[in-house]
């Protein structure tokens, strides 16, 4: 308790932390594309998709040995299902992104998996969606300023396991220096992946969690020439600026974030899972 009321929860402290991260509306009604639309390339299957990073290996180990169903929350192109076919036979993709679902679904037949899809918001879209052995979201978190119902959502959507992973800090903060540069934008640093640890234990889930070294890029991702419309999409820069913007990441380059933090945790799903046709 402080003179001013209640101490901040962790939940309170992380939703301050993320909203902290809104760019100023007048930079982002300027810019000439979204700053937080990602390429379908950069999240589909391919050669370079890790079978054995740790947050496979957590879900795997929890997986029925045949037959097993996965839950992927914010599943992009499916390259986090991947490493989990096998054991996992049943697949059901979440993105609110209609182009991921479809990168997802090519993926799971490719896989030769069962597969369905949801379109929408976590956990909006929660009531429509059936629950599996394992839920899985990867890289979504720090999108999320209203953590609790999302983790809840995920939590009694998983019989077994819930398996996150997620960048041990913001992954904008790769472009602080330049957003300081081109905007004179000085930008947060939190959270990090132990803040994501506190708000899952205040909820008394009592997460293990690991950090370990940030899995393959995509081809798309690791495409150098992918660079700069990437970060000119990020800065809210326009075209034009191609050329200086080149020229300053070839001094400063970003400081992508190079370890990922996976968190595990029981479900509490007691729903029969439904067979997908």
Same mark, same amino acid.
Not at 27 to 51: C, G, K, L, N, Y
């Given at each position: 308790?402080? #003179? ?10 992380? $939703?301050?932390? &993320? ?17 937080? $639309?990602?390429?379908?390339?950069? +999240? ?12 496979? $290996? ?13 839950? #992927? ?7 986090? &299902? /991947? ?8 697949? &059901? ?42 839920? &899985? ?8 300023? #209203?953590?609790? =119902? ?8 998983? $019989? ?18 330049? +957003?300081?540069? +081109?905007?004179?934008?000085?930008? =947060? ?17 009592? =997460?293990?969690?690991?950090?370990? /070294? ?41 400081? +992508? ?11 509490? /799903?007691?729903?029969?899972?439904? =067979?997908?046709?």
């Amino acid at each position: 308790m402080t #003179d001013d009321g209640p101490e901040p929860t962790a939940a309170d402290r992380w $939703r301050a932390s &993320i909203e902290a991260w809104a760019l100023p509306a007048e930079i982002v009604e300027a810019a000439p594309e979204s700053p937080w $639309r990602h390429d379908v390339q950069r +999240f589909a299957v391919d050669d370079t998709v890790d079978r054995d990073n740790q947050s496979a $290996r957590w879900a795997r180990d929890v997986l029925p040995p045949v037959g097993g169903t996965v839950l #992927d929350v914010g599943c992009g192109g499916g390259r986090s &299902i /991947a490493p989990l076919v096998p054991p996992a036979t049943e697949v &059901i993709g979440v993105d609110r992104v209609g182009a991921m679902l479809d990168e997802f679904l090519e993926a799971a037949a490719r896989a030769g998996v069962a597969r369905r899809t949801v379109h929408g918001a976590w956990p909006d879209v929660l009531p429509s969606t059936p629950p599996a052995d394992v839920a &899985i979201c990867h890289h979504v978190l720090f999108d999320v300023a #209203d953590v609790v =119902p999302f983790v809840v959502g995920l939590t009694v959507s998983a $019989r077994l396991a819930v398996v996150v992973e997620v960048p041990i800090r913001h992954p904008m903060s790769a472009w602080n220096e330049a +957003f300081e540069h +081109f905007w004179g934008l000085r930008r =947060p640093t939190g959270p990090e992946h132990v803040d994501l640890v506190a708000v899952v234990r205040e909820l008394g889930l009592d =997460p293990e969690y690991a950090v370990a /070294a940030r899995r393959p890029l995509s081809r798309f991702a690791a495409d150098p020439a992918n660079l700069v419309p990437v970060a000119r999409r990020r800065l809210c820069l326009s075209p034009d600026r191609d050329a200086e913007l080149a020229a300053w990441l070839a001094d400063h380059p970003p400081a +992508f974030v190079d370890q990922v933090a996976t968190l595990r945790w029981p479900g509490a /799903a007691d729903e029969p899972v439904q =067979p997908i046709a």
